[in-house]
C-alpha cells in the first residue's frame, strides 16, 4: 500500500491575514514575538508594569485561533484567579474556545493528577489535603505520642517544627542541615527531630493525608517513576506555558522539566527582580538557569513600562542595576512628563508618620486623589503601627492588607472538619477536632474512641450507637447520627444541616459567636457552587477565600474609599497611583536579619523593586535618621538609596510650622 504524507503547516506559520485579531496592531514589537512563537524552549523575562498578561492573553487566543487544541495547551500559575482572568480574557478576545485550555497552580494540577494516577504510587483518590494548621495538628499528635514535650526540655512548638520540615522540602534540604542553618538553638535536637519527620510523613501516608508540599513531592515521583504517566502527559500536554516562573521552588522547575519529556514547548514567563519569596521555598536561580535546563532556549525581554512614567523607572532601574546577578534590562514608557521621585529623610519615626499622614491628605484634599489609589508600602508589618495611630488622629481612613484566611478561621475548621471524615474517614485530626467539640471529651477520650473509628467498617453508624455510657454518651451518638443523616446529600444540604447541629457548640465556644455565624452563611452560598464535596473541599484547601468577618478591617465595598497600607510581599501584583515607601533604613530596609546574608540581602533589594515599580505617578522614599527601636541612636539610611542616583531624586527637607488659633504661621 502506497503511503501519502500529508503536509501540515506548523500552526506558527497560518499566514496572518487568516487571523481574526489584529495582533500587530494591538502589541509591541517584543510582545509580538512572544505570541507569535510556540514551539521549543521560550523564555520571557517581563519587567514589571511591561503587559506581561496582556501577551500571555494574546498568546494563547493565536495559538487557539492557530489550531492548537485547547486542551494541548497546560497554563500553570501561581493562584486560580490568575489563570481564569487569563483564559477569560483570551475567551473575550477570540471565543469559547480559550476556556478549555488547561489552567490552574501547580498544587491544584499536582492533585487533578495525582486523584487520577496517583494509585501508582500508592495513594487513592480520596485522600485528604492538608493546610498548614491541619499539618501542626498531626505534629501536635505524634508529640503526644512518642513523649517529647518533656518539662523543662527546650523543644519547639508544633508550629516552628512544622516550619523545619517545610523547609526542608523546598529547599531539598536534611533536617539537620535546616536546623543547623535556620533553627541552631535547637541543634542538640537534631536526632529526635529527625526521627520525628520521618513519623511524620509516615503517619501521613498511612492516613492518606497530603499536606501542601505533598502535593508536589508525589507528582514529581509519580513523574520520575512512571514513564508510561509522564509520556501520556507529556503528549496530552504539548504546550506548556508557567508564569512567575522566578517563584517556582527546584521541585516545580523539575516537574516541568518531566512534564516536557516528549517535547520542549516550554514558555517560562518571569521577572528575576521580582522574586521576594525565598522564605516559601522560591529559587530565582530557576529563572536564570532555565536556558541550562532547555538548551536552545530563545530569550525574549519586555521592557517596555505601561504603568510608570519615565522618572519613576529611572529610580527602578537604578535599584535593580545593584542587583549581582540578572538579565540586563532597562525599563522604559512612551509616557510623556512625570515628577522626579521624592526622598524625605526625617527626624525620627514621629516625623515620618506625620510627613506621610499630611502628604496623603494634601494629595487627596487638594490634588484629589482618591485614597484608594494611594499606598504605603513597608518591609514589616510593625514598621506600620505608628503610622496607624496618626492615621487615625488625622481621619484618615485606611485599610491594612493582611489578616487570618477565611479557612483558617477556627469556626470553619470545625465544619470542614465534619465534611472531610465523610470523604475519608481515616482522616484523624479532622476525628479528634470534632470529638473536641464535645462536653467532656478530652483528648485521651477523644483518642479511644477514634482507635476504635479507624478499624470499624461503619465508624459513622457505630458513633451513632455509641455503646459506652458515658455522660457525654448522648452528644456523641448525635454526632454520628447527623453525619450518617448528611453522607448522601449534596454540599449544601450538607453545609446547612452541619450549621444546626453545630449551633449550640459554636454558643459554648467562641464569645463572639454571633460576629462568626455570618462566615457560616457565606460558606453555606460557596458551596452551593459544587456537586462534589470532594471538589469543594479541595479548592477550599487550594484556592481558599481571603477574608473573614472577624478579621482586621479589610475592603469589603470596592466602592470605598480607604488608604492601602500593605507589606511588600502583600503588594507585588498592584499598582497605585501613589506610593510611599517607609522605613528605608538599615537594619529595617534592610532587615537587620539579612546583613550578614548576602542572598538575603539580594532578595530585600528586590523588595525594594517591586515595592518602587507599584508607582504610576507619584513615588515618595522615607527614612527617620534617628530610631529607638534597640535604644537611642542615630541610624543611617538604608545601603540601597546609595545606588541610586541623586539625580534621579528630588531631595525634601522637613522643618516644623506652627499654626497659632488666630491663623497666624510661626516658623520653627
Given amino acids: 500500500m502506497k503511503k501519502y504524507a500529508l503536509k501540515i503547516p506548523r500552526a506558527d506559520q497560518v499566514r496572518s491575514d487568516h487571523f481574526s485579531l489584529d495582533y500587530d496592531a494591538e502589541l509591541n514589537e517584543a510582545q509580538l514575538q512572544v505570541v507569535k512563537t510556540f514551539y521549543g524552549p521560550i523564555l520571557v523575562v517581563a519587567g514589571a508594569g511591561s503587559g506581561k498578561t496582556r501577551t500571555l492573553t494574546y498568546r494563547v487566543a493565536r495559538m487557539v485561533e492557530s489550531g492548537i487544541a485547547p486542551e494541548a495547551i497546560l497554563l500553570l500559575t501561581f493562584t486560580r484567579k490568575a489563570s481564569q482572568e487569563m483564559l477569560r480574557r483570551a475567551a473575550a478576545l477570540l471565543d469559547t474556545r480559550c476556556e478549555h485550555v488547561a489552567g490552574g497552580t501547580f498544587h ?92 511524620f510523613c509516615q503517619y501521613k501516608f498511612e492516613h492518606q493525608l497530603l499536606d501542601y508540599d505533598d502535593l508536589l513531592v508525589y507528582l514529581q515521583r509519580l513523574l520520575e517513576q512512571h514513564q508510561d504517566v509522564r509520556q501520556h502527559l507529556s503528549d496530552l500536554y504539548q504546550f506548556i506555558m508557567v508564569d512567575e516562573y522566578q517563584d517556582t521552588n527546584k521541585i516545580q522547575a523539575r516537574i516541568v522539566r518531566l512534564l516536557a519529556a516528549t517535547h520542549d514547548n516550554v514558555m517560562a514567563v518571569g521577572d528575576e527582580a521580582q522574586s521576594i519569596y525565598a522564605f516559601r521555598g522560591a529559587n530565582y536561580r530557576n529563572i536564570l538557569e532555565f536556558p541550562e535546563q532547555f538548551p536552545g532556549t530563545t530569550i525574549i525581554k519586555l521592557e517596555e513600562n505601561f504603568r510608570s512614567v519615565q522618572p519613576i523607572l529611572n529610580v527602578t532601574n537604578d535599584v535593580i542595576k545593584q542587583a549581582r546577578e540578572s538579565f540586563q534590562k532597562r525599563l522604559y514608557t512612551r509616557q510623556i512628563g512625570g515628577t522626579r521621585p521624592i526622598l524625605v529623610p526625617t527626624l525620627n519615626e514621629r516625623q515620618q508618620s506625620q510627613f506621610v499622614a499630611q502628604r496623603i491628605l494634601e494629595l487627596w484634599q487638594e490634588e484629589g486623589i482618591p485614597l484608594a489609589k494611594m499606598a504605603v508600602l513597608f518591609r514589616s508589618s510593625f514598621h506600620a503601627f505608628d503610622l496607624e495611630l ?117 454558643k459554648n465556644h467562641y464569645d463572639d459567636f454571633a460576629k462568626r455565624e455570618p462566615d457560616l452563611e457565606q460558606l453555606n452560598i460557596i458551596t452551593e457552587q459544587f456537586t462534589s464535596l470532594e471538589k469543594f473541599l479541595t479548592e477550599m484547601t487550594l484556592e481558599p477565600p481571603n477574608r473573614s468577618v472577624d478579621n482586621m478591617a479589610q475592603v469589603e465595598d470596592q466602592d470605598e474609599d480607604l488608604l492601602v497600607l500593605s507589606t511588600i510581599h502583600s503588594a507585588k501584583g498592584l499598582e497605585w497611583q501613589s506610593v510611599f515607601v517607609i522605613w528605608l533604613a538599615e537594619g529595617r530596609f534592610p532587615s537587620m536579619y539579612s546583613l550578614d546574608d548576602d542572598e538575603a540581602l539580594e532578595e530585600e533589594l528586590r523588595l525594594l523593586y517591586v515595592a518602587t515599580t507599584r508607582a504610576m505617578q507619584h513615588l515618595y522614599l522615607t527614612y527617620p535618621v534617628y530610631d529607638n527601636k534597640w535604644g537611642n541612636y542615630f541610624g543611617r539610611p538604608s545601603r540601597f538609596l546609595e545606588g541610586i542616583s541623586r539625580k534621579n531624586l528630588e531631595q525634601w527637607s522637613l522643618f516644623e510650622e506652627d499654626i497659632e488659633e488666630d491663623g497666624e504661621e510661626e516658623f520653627a
Avoid at 471524615?421 to 477514634?450: C, F, H, Q, Y
Fill in 108 to 199: 491544584s494540577f499536582s492533585n487533578m493528577i495525582l486523584r487520577r494516577y496517583g494509585r501508582a504510587i500508592g495513594l487513592d483518590s480520596t485522600f485528604t489535603i492538608l493546610d498548614q494548621g491541619d499539618a501542626e495538628d498531626v505534629i501536635g499528635i505524634l508529640l503526644d505520642q512518642i513523649g517529647f514535650k518533656k518539662q523543662g526540655r527546650s523543644f519547639p512548638k508544633k508550629g516552628t517544627i512544622h516550619a523545619m520540615f517545610t523547609k526542608a522540602v523546598n529547599k531539598e534540604f536534611s533536617i539537620d542541615t535546616v536546623i543547623a542553618k535556620y533553627y541552631s538553638t535547637y541543634f542538640q535536637e537534631i536526632e529526635e527531630l529527625t526521627k520525628l519527620h520521618a513519623l
Fill in 390 to 506: 496618626e492615621l487615625n488622629r488625622r481621619n484618615i481612613p485606611f485599610v491594612k492588607v493582611g489578616g487570618v484566611k477565611f479557612i483558617e478561621a477556627a469556626h470553619i475548621k470545625d465544619i470542614l472538619a465534619h465534611l472531610r471524615v465523610l470523604v475519608n474517614p481515616l482522616d484523624e485530626i479532622s476525628w479528634r477536632r470534632m470529638l473536641l467539640l464535645l462536653d467532656g471529651v478530652g483528648p485521651k477520650t477523644a483518642a479511644m474512641i477514634i482507635q476504635q473509628l479507624l478499624v470499624e467498617q461503619n465508624p459513622f453508624a457505630w458513633l451513632s450507637e455509641y455503646p459506652k455510657k458515658t455522660k457525654y454518651r448522648l452528644d456523641v451518638q448525635r454526632l454520628g447520627s447527623t453525619l450518617l443523616t448528611i453522607l448522601p446529600l449534596p454540599p449544601a444540604e450538607q453545609v446547612r444541616m452541619l450549621r444546626e447541629y453545630y449551633a449550640p457548640i459554636l
